[in-house]
């Protein structure tokens, strides 16, 4: 599994950042909505053909401050991802914390920009990913890469 720990985490002593871009063939207002929506949110996030997860529940307060928890079934694993939504412009920035139940104390930011040009939107996907995740990085690049691949092909023409 992408963000599950094969040891014990270690303190890494390093955060670092993912940085992902991706062309979306829909307007901004509608890649916004595809972040926000839960039956949106189930029908990509979690179902990219790398992670192949059960959306169990879908909870989602969309207002600064307010808070996600998402509950899916990998494979009869049961993992909780959970978080805040830090800030909200819609329809051209989210930044929100993310946790998994998988390293509870373990607290990364995501900063999502949707740039509209012309009948397109460009996706820039910011992780800035905790310390003791540092071992994890490129595992949990693989995971956002195919997310944000599965929510592009949503808007395939």
């Known amino acids: 599994?992408?963000?599950?720990?094969?040891?014990?985490?270690?303190?890494?002593?390093?955060?670092t950042t993912?940085?992902?871009?991706?062309?979306?063939?829909a307007s901004s207002q509608q890649a916004f909505d595809h972040w926000l929506i839960p039956v949106f949110i189930g029908d990509w996030m979690f179902t990219a053909h790398a992670q192949q997860g059960k959306v169990v529940s879908l909870e989602n307060e969309v207002r600064k401050?307010?808070?996600?928890?998402?509950?899916?079934?990998?494979?009869?694993?049961?993992?909780?991802?959970?978080?805040?939504?830090?800030?909200?412009?819609?329809?051209?920035?989210?930044?929100?914390?993310?946790r998994s139940s998988t390293q509870p104390n373990c607290?990364?930011?995501?900063?999502?920009?949707?740039?509209?040009?012309g009948n397109k939107t460009?996706?820039?996907l910011t992780i800035k990913l905790a310390a003791e995740l540092y071992d994890q990085k490129d595992a949990v690049k693989k995971a956002w890469t195919s997310r944000c691949s599965a929510l592009a092909a949503k808007f395939k023409m």
């Open 122 to 124: 460009r996706l820039k």
């Open 65 to 98: 401050g307010g808070t996600f928890c998402f509950t899916i079934d990998y494979k009869g694993l049961e993992i909780i991802h959970n978080g805040e939504y830090l800030e909200l412009d819609i329809p051209n920035k989210l930044v929100f914390s993310w």
């Open 18 to 25: 993912i940085n992902l871009s991706k062309t979306i063939n």
């Open 1 to 15: 599994m992408f963000e599950e720990p094969s040891a014990p985490l270690q303190p890494a002593g390093k955060a």
């Open 107 to 117: 607290e990364s930011k995501v900063t999502a920009q949707f740039q509209e040009v």
